[in-house]
């Protein structure tokens, strides 16, 4: 079974970088952080760990290319969206039972500035949200040899981001947000994923690991859009407290759909080469940094996608 996991990660590579996607304005992170599933094995025992995203959307794209905002004209027949910024903080708790068996929860806090010029107007209008986004809670089921570990991860993405937050200024004061903006779905969505680690050499670390994003029903006018992550890397496991690491990642997300959903502009998607280090502080404690860099995106419609993403964070073990 162990000889057959590297192709089948493989192939879900492929389905990620040739399914139907998206990347919306709110693009998540799709940045590996999660150190047991690559197969740092973790004693019986809870760890807790911040991260911290910080990416603002600036850049206006529609397909595989850039938009020119100067030869654009207002009122325009479409909504213009002109920038969102995103600061996002995240409590990432891991419990593991045995060696077999893991439990995580991702909390979420957004706070997230967007300004847009919609469709006929020719003034933009602003919105500013924080408070809880959508928790997500997985099992994981892990086996290990002696060079390798495997590991299969089920779970759900909760409800918990509010979804009904107005416009503050401009013409569309007052008037919904869209709900691609919200600080939630408002779904519960399925979370199903794999992972495998594996160290070729005595300094070389390896892992894949591919994560699926599927919405159950619509909510109140919106099905969100069904995504599949994929995360690869390689790490340099030196004697010193850094170790390098490069990873390649990818998000690929469907069209939303419904009265609520915005369509035309959701859906494709966006590779990211993330190069970063982590840092040993104390034999419990590990922080990391992380800079992601786009290196493929295709998009539907107009959506406005980042130049680059950043990422900090500390694990501490309890």
């Given amino acids: 079974m162990t000889k057959k996991i590297p192709f089948l990660l493989l192939v ?12 919306c304005s709110v693009c998540g992170c799709s940045l590996s952080s999660d150190w047991a599933a690559q197969g740092y094995a973790s004693l019986p025992g809870l760890d807790a760990g911040v991260r911290f995203e910080y990416f603002e959307q600036s850049d206006l794209r529609s397909g595989t290319g850039r938009v020119d905002r100067s030869i654009l004209t207002f009122p325009n027949d479409d909504e213009i969206q002109q920038k969102t910024v995103n600061r996002n903080t995240w409590l990432d708790l891991n419990y593991v039972a045995n060696g077999h068996w893991g439990f995580s929860a991702a909390i979420p806090y957004h706070d997230r500035f967007h300004t847009t010029i919609a469709e006929g107007d020719t003034a933009i209008s602003t919105s500013h949200a924080t408070g809880l986004g959508d928790i997500r809670l997985l099992a994981r089921y892990q086996e290990f040899t002696a060079t390798q570990s495997f590991s299969l991860q089920f779970g759900l993405k909760l409800p918990t981001g509010g979804f009904s937050q107005n416009f503050a200024e401009g ?3 007052g008037e919904l947000l869209d709900r691609g903006l919200q600080l939630g779905t408002g779904t519960t ?6 992972a495998w680690f594996t160290r070729p050499a005595t300094s070389v670390g390896l892992f894949a690991q591919v994560m699926l994003d599927q919405p159950l029903a619509a909510r109140d006018g919106f099905l969100p859009s069904t995504s599949l992550t994929l995360s690869s890397g390689v790490r340099w496991l030196n ?42 502080l104390a034999p419990h404690t590990t922080s990391f940094a992380f800079v ?4 493929y995106q295709r998009v539907n419609g107009l959506q406005l996608e980042p130049k680059w993403v950043l990422s900090l964070g500390v694990h501490i073990k309890l």
Avoid at 12 to 23: E, H, R
């Fill in 239 to 280: 004697t010193s407290s850094f170790t390098p690491q490069l990873q390649l990642n990818v998000k690929a997300e469907g069209r939303e759909h419904g009265d609520e959903a915005d369509t035309p502009n959701s859906g494709g998607t966006i590779a990211y080469l993330s190069p970063g280090v982590t840092a040993e």
């Fill in 12 to 23: 879900a590579a492929a389905l990620a970088a040739t399914s139907p996607a998206s990347a």
């Fill in 171 to 173: 013409p569309q004061a």
């Fill in 189 to 194: 969505d399925l979370l199903a994923g794999a």
């Fill in 292 to 295: 992601q860099l786009p290196v």
